[in-house]
Nanobody, 124 residues
Framework: QVQLVESGGGLVQAGGSLRLSCAAS????????MGWFRQAPGKEREFVAV????????FYADSVKGRFTISRDNAKNTLYLQMNSLKPEDTAVYYC?????????????????WGQGTQVTVSS
């Protein structure tokens, strides 16, 4: 029931930065936890970062700790993912997700609403 639309993906050189956004609509933003997941060609979808309904709890995948920052602005119904020091291994389709619960979980199966995805390609 949460509608999600990602944006901000694109092509960037290794070491560069990119910020992804996810516009949400439907239930009040404070009623659901959200997260970012990614999927590279030939690989399974993997957890990147998740955040609780009002931002009190945040978890990151070990591969992105120190480089990525997840945040949300509930007044704007928007989720963000600031990605710095990008590596070629970060290349993937990034998906925004939401679960109709205020508590946050890491597994993708815990989320029941998904965006269409946005491509992030890191060259060299």
């Amino acid at each position: 029931q949460v509608q999600l639309v990602e944006s901000g993906g694109g092509l960037v050189q290794a070491g560069g930065s990119l910020r992804l956004s996810c516009a949400a609509s439907g239930p009040p933003s404070s009623s659901y936890a959200m997260g970012w997941f990614r999927q590279a060609p030939g690989k399974e979808r993997e957890f990147v970062a998740v955040i609780s309904a009002i931002g009190g709890r945040i978890f990151y995948a070990d591969s992105v700790k120190g480089r990525f920052t997840i945040s949300r602005d509930n007044a704007k119904n928007t989720l963000y993912l600031q990605m710095n020091s990008l590596k070629p291994e970060d290349t993937a389709v990034y998906y925004c997700a939401a679960r109709t619960r205020t508590t946050v979980v890491v597994p993708a199966q815990g989320y029941d609403n998904w965006g269409q995805g946005t491509q992030v390609t890191v060259s060299s």
